[in-house]
């Protein structure tokens, strides 16, 4: 053999990628020496040569043998390719490689043919396939539920959600069908597309196509929700992420599950469909069996003492009836008494509870604390269920006849009592006997408290809100589905109540139309309508039915939009604002507290129903958004008409110099003449003159009794007019009370002179010169006269001058 060392003079001969360092690991050639060579060797040993000599001259002289002995670093063997080990990255090209590598895991070993003979380059696995393993030849296919769209080292990537494949090899995942999705990625079936979140499969068997159907409002439907899992409700299988359910405050029959109701209260939990809260029954959780009723959150049984005061109740009326029209006032004093304010403030304060008793019936997501303080004011229109009414009856229908039945028997019962009360020996003999008028003080009394009320009850049949189903419930009793037979029935009722509601209005507008003549012609028949009056002081007299209506009108918005509480809301916000508009413009209440007490009321009660505004759902946020829009620029033009309107009236006046028109729009109404004013002072003047001490004595008392504390501070406040701007009392205590304004006996000359001027004021200034001019006035008058000229001021001396200002301003 030959030795691995190689001989000084021979290292030339080797190219530099054959030297001993590099080494590869690939097929070489097998090296063939023939006997007469070997000879040839030892023969030139024998010669004299050594053996590092004999052997580079052999290989000088056959360099075409040996050169294929020599082992290629690029010639790889399979599963290896070409290398570059100085940038440390594989290569597709002889050139750039130094040596060969195993392929790695994402590649494979693909053979190629030059020049220089067969090698292998490592190539990327192609589209569809994947190897994880290094050192192969060849990638394998994609397996099911996995794809890859291009040729990289990449391994396959599993079908993402919504996607499947059920072939191996594939660049693409399927689709699953519109509205379907899968559960996990890399779904491997078609079967494993379920019905997407917000839907529910209709499909009787798993192997089926999903049927998907969008879920109606109040039911929740995650990925993979099916009929089955609905009705079923497990919460426990390995399905449980799955299974669709009733939202809170939603209900339906498991019967028909997809038929979802929406509730008022909280008595419907959700969950499982037929799921009520507490025993409570019905397609809204509304009402409890037969013998029970609500409290507690849960129904209980009737007791004995509950169902004794139910049918005691009609008892218990009549005598509260009896009660009311003895207590009732009738007389009508303008100053009230300490008695008259407590009464009138516990009217207030019912009338309050009324309206909140209103706001009570649109369903807003109210804190839990004011949830339960909602309820309790629900008793102030009648609604009673949980009160026990249903130990009477526990159908809607009977509950709302026995509420209507209610206000139809007080215009029944009350005439009845009167006639019966005239046969009664002791009331006859103590002449407590019922009078016609007083009679019907207290009917109207009763109807005048619970007028919000009333209406409320006669509006209720025609307040239906929406269900997910498409059916209408009553709001005030949601079992009671709107377009049954005795939905029917109740709306008979209704209008019966509402045309007796209509019927106490109209004869109060005829009553307050006939107060004033009836308050000086016939003091009998205004005993018939105290209870419109005895509240308010005489000037406004007519504010009971501003009351009135606000009351029929607070209830409007659920009717014209039961299922826009926004609407239902923002209607109530402006019935209120009106109506604290004209309470503070008229000042109604006979004490100034009363009327501080109900601005202070209304304001709670709008700030209430901002905060409603703000908890109420965003159903009607489209409506807000116009109706805030429509506001704004309303207001915009408002105050830009009146601007404009001001500015036409000021060119008005100074062109065509009007003065009537503007000063009917700025008082709003026609002012009382000057001149007319002086004459009634003088009338008042002259007959109090005339009057002796006694009648003065008697006038006094009547001030004293007769004036209300309003009508007091207005005299009051037109003398202090009459004594200081007008100078119509020197007394000094008086003047200090208020502003005065720039008399006359100060006005300038020419100022005076100005005012003076009208159709004929030319002839009066000429006037007035003459009368100047012929005046025998002394040298110390003239002086004083020229002194109060220089002074721009006017101190007439003379009374024929003090004549004509005073016929010139009418005093």
């Known amino acids: 053999g030959i030795s691995s060392e190689q001989p000084h003079g021979c290292a030339e001969l080797l190219p530099a990628h054959a030297r001993p360092a590099v080494v590869s690991k690939q097929r070489r050639s097998v090296p063939r020496i023939y006997l ?63 040596g060969c590598k195993a392929c790695l895991p994402g590649t494979y070993s693909d053979s190629f043919q030059d020049d220089q003979g067969r090698s292998y380059v490592c190539t990327p696995c192609p589209a569809g396939t994947e190897q994880p393993a290094a050192g192969e030849v060849v990638c394998k296919n994609c397996p099911v539920g996995t794809f890859k769209a291009v040729q990289s080292s990449d391994q396959c990537t599993p079908c993402p959600k919504g996607f499947y494949q059920n072939h191996t090899g594939a660049q693409t995942c399927k689709e699953c069908p519109q509205g379907t999705t899968t559960l996990l990625l890399g779904a491997k079936r078609g079967s494993e597309c379920v019905c997407r979140a917000g839907s529910i499969d209709l499909s009787s068997a798993e192997s089926e196509v999903a049927h998907c159907a969008a879920c109606p409002d109040g039911l929740t439907c995650p990925d993979g929700s099916t009929m089955n899992l609905l009705q ?12 669709p359910g009733i939202a809170a405050g939603f209900f339906s029959w498991p019967a028909e599950p997809l038929k979802v109701f929406k509730c008022r209260t909280a008595r419907c939990p959700g969950g499982s469909p037929g799921t009520c809260q507490g025993g409570a ?30 049918y005691c109740l009609p008892i218990l009326v009549i005598a509260l009836l009896v009660a009311a029209y003895y207590m009732v006032e009738t007389h009508y004093l303008a100053l009230p008494s300490l008695a008259e304010c407590s009464r009138m403030g516990f009217e207030m304060m019912l009338n309050f509870v009324q309206n909140i008793g209103v706001l009570s019936l649109v369903i807003v997501p109210w804190p839990e604390g004011l949830k339960e ?45 009167g006639y019966l009360s005239q046969w009664v020996p002791c009331l006859r003999r103590r002449d407590l006997s019922w009078s016609f008028y007083r009679t019907i003080c207290t009917i109207g009394k ?32 949601p079992n009671m589905l709107c377009g049954s037979i005795e939905h029917g029935i109740m709306r008979m009722a209704g209008v019966a109540v509402l045309t007796l509601s209509a019927s106490h209005f109209v004869l109060c507008c005829w009553a307050c139309y006939q107060a004033p003549s009836w308050s000086r012609k016939r003091p009998d028949r205004l005993t018939s309508v105290g209870f419109l009056i005895l509240n308010f002081r005489p000037s406004s007299w007519w504010y009971s039915l501003i009351i009135l209506l606000r009351g029929l009108f607070i ?57 409603a505004l703000h908890l ?10 116009a109706f805030g829009s429509i506001i704004f620029f309303f207001s915009l033009a408002l105050i830009t008409s009146l601007g404009c309107l001001m500015m036409g009236m000021l060119a ?7 003065e009537g028109s503007h000063i009917r729009l700025l008082n709003l109404g026609t002012p009382f003449r000057p001149a007319d004013l002086l004459m009634l002072l003088d009338s008042m003047c002259a007959n109090l003159m005339r009057k002796h001490e006694v009648e003065r004595q008697t006038l006094l008392r009547k001030m004293s009794s007769g004036l209300s504390l309003y009508d007091i501070h207005a005299v009051e406040s037109a003398l202090k007019v009459l004594c200081v701007d007008f100078e119509l009392l020197a007394d000094e205590s008086v003047r200090e009370s208020r502003i005065v304004g720039e008399r006359i006996s100060r006005m300038k000359r020419r100022t005076l002179l100005l005012h003076s001027l009208s159709e004929d004021g030319f002839l009066r200034l000429q006037t007035v010169e003459r009368l100047t001019a012929e005046s025998d006035l002394d040298r110390s008058q003239d002086e004083n006269f020229k002194q109060a000229e220089d002074s721009h001021e006017v101190r007439p001396k003379d009374a024929a001058f003090q004549d004509l200002v005073r016929q010139t301003f009418s005093f």
């Open 555 to 611: 209830s409007v918005g659920q009717v014209i939009a039961p299922d826009a509480q926004g609407v239902q809301l923002l209607v109530m916000s402006l019935i209120m604002i009106v109506s604290l508009s004209l309470q503070l413009y008229v000042l109604p209440w006979k004490a100034p507290l009363l009327n501080l007490v109900d601005a202070v009321s209304t304001v709670l009660f709008l700030t209430l129903l901002a905060v």
């Open 652 to 658: 008005l006046q100074r062109c065509c110099r009007t």
């Open 281 to 310: 029954l019905g397609p809204t959780c509304a009402a409890c069996s037969d013998g029970e009723y609500w409290e507690n959150g849960q129904c209980s049984v009737c007791q004995v003492s509950l169902k004794a005061f139910w």
């Open 446 to 477: 009763i109807y005048q408290s619970l007028f919000v009320t009333m209406c409320s009850i006669g509006l209720s049949p025609f307040m239906c809100y929406l269900h997910p189903n498409g059916l209408h419930s009553m709001l005030k009793y």
């Open 36 to 98: 007469s060579e070997v000879n040839d060797l030892m023969r030139a040993r024998k010669a004299g040569h050594s053996i590092h000599e004999a052997a580079c001259e052999w290989l000088r002289s056959h360099e075409t043998r040996w050169r294929p002995w020599i082992p290629d670093p690029t010639a790889c063997a399979r599963g290896y390719g070409l290398h570059d080990e100085y940038l440390g990255e594989f290569t597709s090209s002889r050139p750039n490689a130094t």
């Open 373 to 417: 303080l909602f309820e309790f004011s629900e008793v102030f229109v009648l609604s009673l269920q949980s009160y026990g009414l249903n130990c009477t009856s526990s159908s809607d229908l009977n509950q709302y006849l026995v509420a209507a039945g209610l206000f139809l028997s007080f215009a029944a019962v009350a005439p009845c009592l």
């Open 232 to 243: 079923s409700g497990d919460q426990t299988g390995s399905k449980a992420d799955q299974v």
């Open 616 to 625: 109420s759902p965003v159903d009607s946020q489209s409506f807000l958004d």
